[in-house]
């Protein structure tokens, strides 16, 4: 059978200041024979936004929509944005904040690739909780853009997926925490 090592470390976002794609890989370390079971994939790709430059400056989002991506991915943010706009002392700011979703595009459920199947428990009507966290966070304003700051319960407001713009809806605002405390699969950050 085919025989491929493991998986390489997430790259950095393809382009700067824009939603795009991370990817990462793995190399055939033998190719099947004689029959043997063919290789599986070799590429993986994922939604990012990276929030500053190559050369370390502030993109200065201000995106009307929330762009989100599943919370594991902010594991990954961490260890990459040990940055100096964000000093080490202030590595847990942030906040939560509680939406309950009002519509969504059917593209959601419909992805399959293993690094954006989180988008497949995205549901009408859920509550969903969306930590706003460094390096996502404006470092002058302290907020994430699409947080819905000075929404009332009664505005709609819009979300996009990061990774696949297809996967896409609407959502209220709830409150605003400290912390997080929804089920993993309907936790998110902005990113």
């Not at 991915?73 to 260890?79: L, M, N, P, S, V």
């Not at 942030?94 to 293993?114: D, I, M, N, Q, W």
């Not at 304003?141 to 000075?150: I, M, V």
């Amino acid at each position: 059978p085919c025989v491929v090592g493991e998986w390489s470390h997430w790259s950095g976002c393809a382009e700067q200041c824009q939603p795009d794609l991370r990817i990462r890989r793995r190399y055939v370390q033998q190719e099947p024979k004689n029959g043997g079971e063919p290789c599986p994939a070799l590429e993986e790709k994922a939604g990012c936004l990276e929030y500053l430059t190559y050369q370390g400056k502030d993109c200065g989002h201000e995106h009307v929509p929330a762009f989100i991506t599943t919370s594991e991915y902010g594991k990954e943010r961490k260890r990459r944005a040990a940055s100096f706009l964000w000093p080490s002392d202030k590595e847990e700011a942030g906040y939560c904040v509680e939406f309950k979703t009002e519509t969504l595009s059917h593209h959601c459920a419909l992805e399959t690739r293993p690094y954006a199947r989180w988008m497949q428990y995205l549901r009408e009507g859920h509550i969903v909780c969306v930590t706003c966290q460094p390096p996502a966070m404006n470092t002058d304003t302290h907020r994430c853009s699409g947080d819905g700051h000075n929404a009332d319960g009664s505005r709609i407001l819009h979300w996009e997926a990061v990774g696949n713009s297809q996967c896409q809806g609407t959502w209220k605002k709830i409150r605003q925490l400290e912390h997080c405390s929804c089920p993993l699969v309907h936790s998110f950050i902005f990113t």
